[in-house]
């Protein structure tokens, strides 16, 4: 059965939708499907700017994924992506798997979104 989970994340910033795999975990859709991952990061390329930090273009160092108010790092999520190194998270914005050491124009100040924070959040309501 199909079931829906709600994550509460700071500032009302929009939640994937997410369904339970058959690994039983709940993950939205572009964590996934590697070509609808690969069709958002297209797009985050080009409508966002989204592109390492070296490529020439006004950049400030503490202004990478890693560090974006929308770069999903949560446990629940790093299960998701599958990826056990850190170097990855999932843009809540743009729906797509990024690198923390990247960059791209929607950067938010107040990042990442970590267990640890959501916790936080569920505590206080």
């Known amino acids: 059965m199909a079931g829906i989970m709600i994550t509460i994340i700071p500032d009302g910033m929009p939640v994937d939708q997410m369904e339970e795999t058959e690994e039983g975990y709940t993950c ?3 964590t996934q499907d ?3 991952n690969a ?3 297209e797009m985050a390329v080009e409508e966002h700017n989204y592109r390492e930090p070296n490529t020439g273009v006004s ?3 503490d202004q990478v994924c890693g560090s974006c108010a929308m770069f999903n790092q949560t446990d629940d999520m790093l299960e998701c992506l599958g990826d056990e190194s850190g170097n ?3 843009c809540q914005s743009l729906k797509f798997a990024c690198m923390k050491e990247n960059t791209c124009d929607e950067w938010a100040e107040g990042g990442p979104i970590t267990s640890d924070l959501q916790e ?3 505590d206080n309501l």
């Open 88 to 90: 990855t998270g999932y």
């Open 28 to 30: 939205p859709l572009p």
């Open 34 to 36: 590697e070509e609808l």
């Open 59 to 61: 950049f400030r160092s």
């Open 120 to 122: 936080e959040y569920k």
């Open 39 to 41: 069709e958002n990061r």
